[in-house]
């Protein structure tokens, strides 16, 4: 018997659910080009504009002049260089956290960080919505995993009353198909009652959220007491690379001593860290980016509804418009890609089943311009569809 791959593949692509990765022909920007065809994008993370900023690529050519360009072994064997620990000592300070530890990938860091903290015999308590990589990780942990009702603390309540072991919660800070914000106030309290820990995954909160940038946790004023472990990741707001876990000192040590996907793997490249650290400092600093993304945010939101488009509870720029049927938003997404926009369809297993959507991502690099076109066009395909589907009927 070999593997039947193709009955796999043509059922997926029966199912609406096949996917393809757009070729991009140019940098991360607002206008990009993809498969050829010029196209004003709203689906990328990159929600400040950072990644392909002129100061950060100086940084990242200073630092691959002075420091090459391979990380060449692990932290702990001779790959952590002096950027990588310079980055920390600034990561943990942004945070307020004694100390910061930095991982290659976002996916690594909650693979290293669950994996370290909890075995068998724990339990971790996850929300259903929470990234793939984090249910990944409680799987892989071994430890009880039980999952509560989405943002919900009672659901949550429940579930600590069974969990036995050391307790771990864990919750995106910003919910990344939906872009609602994880009730932390809510659900910090129900933990501390439990005496268990929080972990926040905030990779869409940091330098979209709070005064500096600094992230979920700044926006509710929560310190360590609360939330014992912080993740972020360097490949959205911050335009680069990476991600990292700020907590304790005894934290940070436990992961050094016992993070598998920290300790088996190549540092990212020292010039990697010495970009991320300049465009740490742009996304502290310089405010404007953030004040503009929210007002983009606002417009959106009010245009989005006088269509009569369903939104949903979202302050963050993840924007998504609840569609519902698979193929009806891959129809939406065809028809604003004729138009000159590119915005992704987010699909099931992704989503729950019957939530497709378009996921509508804002960056500072859009302008008001480019927003109102990306309205208009909405406007005329949403009446497009709702001709298309009246025909069918
Ligand atoms: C993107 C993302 C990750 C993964 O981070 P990478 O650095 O891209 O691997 C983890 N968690 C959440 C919530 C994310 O959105």
Redesign the pocket.
């Known amino acids: 018997m070999s593997f039947d791959l193709a009955s796999r593949l043509a059922e997926r692509r029966a199912a609406q659910l096949y996917r393809q990765r757009p070729l991009l022909q140019s940098a991360q920007g607002a206008e990009v080009v993809v498969d050829g065809k010029r196209l004003t994008a709203f689906c990328s993370n990159d929600y400040l504009g950072l990644a392909n900023h002129p100061q950060v690529i100086e940084a990242w050519q200073a630092g691959a002049a002075r420091w090459g360009v391979g990380g060449g072994a692990s932290h702990l064997v001779i790959g952590h260089s002096q950027p990588h620990h310079e980055l920390e000592e600034a990561l943990a300070q942004f945070t307020g956290r004694p100390r910061a530890l930095l991982f290659t990938?976002?996916?690594m860091a909650?693979m290293g960080v669950v994996t370290a903290l909890v075995g068998q015999g724990d339990s971790v308590l996850q929300d259903r919505l929470n990234?793939a990589?984090?249910l990944d990780a409680g799987l892989l942990s071994g430890a009880r995993f039980s999952r509560y009702l989405h943002n919900d603390a009672s659901s949550l309540n429940n579930r600590l009353s069974k969990a036995s072991g050391n307790r771990l919660v864990v919750t995106?800070g910003v919910f990344?198909m939906d872009g609602d914000l994880a009730d932390l106030p809510a659900l910090c309290a129900e933990a501390k009652r439990a005496d268990a820990w929080v972990m926040v995954?905030d990779?869409?909160g940091f330098g979209t959220l709070g005064a500096t940038g600094a992230g979920i946790v700044e926006h509710y004023g929560l310190g360590q007491d609360e939330v014992q472990v912080l993740v972020g990741?360097l490949?959205?707001a911050f335009g680069t690379?990476?991600?990292f876990v700020a907590g304790s000192e005894e934290l940070i040590e436990t992961l050094v001593q016992f993070a598998r996907p920290y300790i088996y793997t190549t540092s990212q490249p020292p010039a990697l860290a010495c970009a991320t650290l300049k465009s740490l400092q742009l996304l502290r600093t310089e405010h404007w980016r953030r004040e503009h993304l929210a007002q983009l945010i606002a417009r959106f939101r009010q245009g989005a509804a006088e269509i009569g488009l369903q939104l949903m509870d979202s302050p963050t720029p993840i924007q998504p418009i609840l569609i519902g049927d698979s193929g009806r938003a891959l129809r939406l997404s065809q028809l604003l890609r004729e138009r000159g926009l590119l915005v992704t369809a987010i699909r099931p297993p992704t989503v729950p089943a019957g939530t497709a959507r378009l996921r509508v991502t804002l960056s500072a690099a859009h302008s008001l311009e480019q927003l109102e076109r990306l309205l208009s066009a909405l406007a005329e395909c949403w009446a497009l569809l709702a001709r298309e589907r009246d025909q069918h009927d």
């Open positions: 990938t976002g996916y909650n990234h990589s984090l995106d990344s995954d990779a869409h990741t490949g959205k690379a990476g991600a």
